[in-house]
């Protein structure tokens, strides 16, 4: 079956400017996930959506960032007012609901934002 | 503050031999451990995990084994393939609200090379 997709997959920005960048999960994974990973970094936690429940934004690094995730499938990360800073691959990930345990969670193969 | 550390950026060993990939946390609320595999270009793709309920989980020629003294894993590749060659992410979580293990804390990684 078909796995995470994103898009785009490269993705180059001006400064300043906003980006919204899309996640496909797997057809019924009810969890989804961001990171990010920086050059020379580990993935990075940014928001996790599961079912109805009201996401857990805690790794979200400033209020330029926001994401949504619309009928329980498809989301979409927003940043505005990009800064360099931002430059990263921007990875998302599905899982089964891991409520009550631990369920692996599949990457797709993430989108390379270059702020320029 | 980095909670997962993976302090090898790089591993190279010859085709047939073991690889051994060390990871080191200091988070004693960290209770499930796992690791990731990463082509270039392609999403991390789950490889083993462990409980903190065990010192050991074997999957084929995959071994991770956990210290929860010294706060250690490690994974044991034997014997290593050139296919094997790749970036090799440690994780961890550990229980968030509703009794879930949602939220990875990644290290840094480590590049292996198997040469053939």
């Known amino acids: 079956g078909a796995g995470v997709s994103q898009s785009p997959s490269n993705k180059v920005t001006e400064k300043g400017k906003d980006v919204e960048l899309r996640c496909d999960p797997i057809s019924g994974h009810t969890a989804l996930y961001w990171y990010r990973q920086s050059l020379g970094q580990g993935l990075e936690f940014l928001i996790y959506?599961?079912?109805?429940?009201?996401?857990?934004k805690s790794g979200l690094p400033s209020d330029r960032f926001s994401a949504e995730r619309t009928g329980g499938s498809v989301s979409t990360l927003t940043i505005q007012r990009t800064q360099q800073e931002d430059s990263a691959v921007y990875l998302c990930?599905?899982?089964?609901?891991?409520?009550?345990?631990?369920?692996?969670?599949?990457f797709g193969p993430g989108t390379r934002l270059t702020v320029t | 503050d980095q909670q997962v550390k993976q302090n090898s950026p790089s591993l190279s060993v010859q085709e047939g031999r073991i690889s051994i990939l060390n990871c080191d946390y200091t988070?004693?609320?960290?209770?499930?451990f796992l690791w990731y595999k990463k082509y270039p270009a392609e999403g991390p793709t789950f490889l083993i995990s462990?409980?903190?309920?065990?010192d050991k989980n074997e999957d084929g020629r995959f071994t991770v084994f956990l210290n929860k003294s010294a706060k250690h894993l490690s994974l044991h590749i034997v014997p290593s393939q050139p296919g094997d060659s790749a970036v090799y992410f440690c994780?961890?979580?550990?229980?968030?609200?509703?009794?879930?293990?949602?939220?990875?804390?990644f290290g840094k990684g480590t590049l292996l090379t198997v040469n053939p």
């Open positions: 462990i409980s903190s309920i065990k």
């Open positions: 990930a599905s899982s089964l609901s891991p409520s009550g345990g631990w369920y692996e969670q599949y």
């Open positions: 959506f599961q079912g109805n429940s009201a996401p857990d």
């Open positions: 994780a961890a979580s550990g229980e968030n609200s509703g009794g879930s293990n949602y939220k990875l804390t």
């Open positions: 988070n004693s609320m960290f209770d499930y």
